[in-house]
Nanobody, 115 residues
Framework: QVQFVESGGGLVQPGGSLRLSCAAS????????VGWYRQTPDKQRELVAS???????NSADSVKGRFTISRDDAKNTVYLQMNSLKPEDTAVYYC?????????WGQGTQVTVSS
């Protein structure tokens, strides 16, 4: 079992940046692939980006070139650097392993992109 605690969300103007952090309660290194997900009230939760041990990443087409996922296993933390934010990026962002485990979902962190 592991708990993920997300932080770093907030209100930002279009074109702005945010850096999200996700702290794991246990060694992150035991998980080969971890990811950031997001959900809005009218959509299913979607995988935004994932990273495997060693650093190879995958990103959704909607965020390619704007979002960067990384992991620091020594700090048990996953990051999501979000640049050039758009209103459609507004959502609650979560981290989990990939594929996700139901009991690992945390509270998420709200990101709102609005002028």
């Amino acid at each position: 079992q592991v708990q993920f605690v997300e932080s770093g969300g907030g209100l930002v103007q279009p074109g702005g940046s945010l850096r999200l952090s996700c702290a794991a309660s246990r060694s992150l290194g035991r998980f080969v692939r971890v990811g950031w997900y997001r959900q809005t009230p009218d959509k299913q939760r979607e995988l935004v980006a994932s990273v495997i041990t060693g650093g190879r990443v995958n990103s959704a087409d909607s965020v390619k070139g704007r979002f960067t996922i990384s992991r620091d296993d020594a700090k048990n933390t996953v990051y999501l650097q979000m640049n050039s934010l758009k209103p459609e990026d507004t959502a609650v962002y979560y981290c989990n392993i990939d594929p996700p485990v139901l009991s690992y979902w945390g509270q998420g962190t709200q990101v709102t992109v609005s002028s």
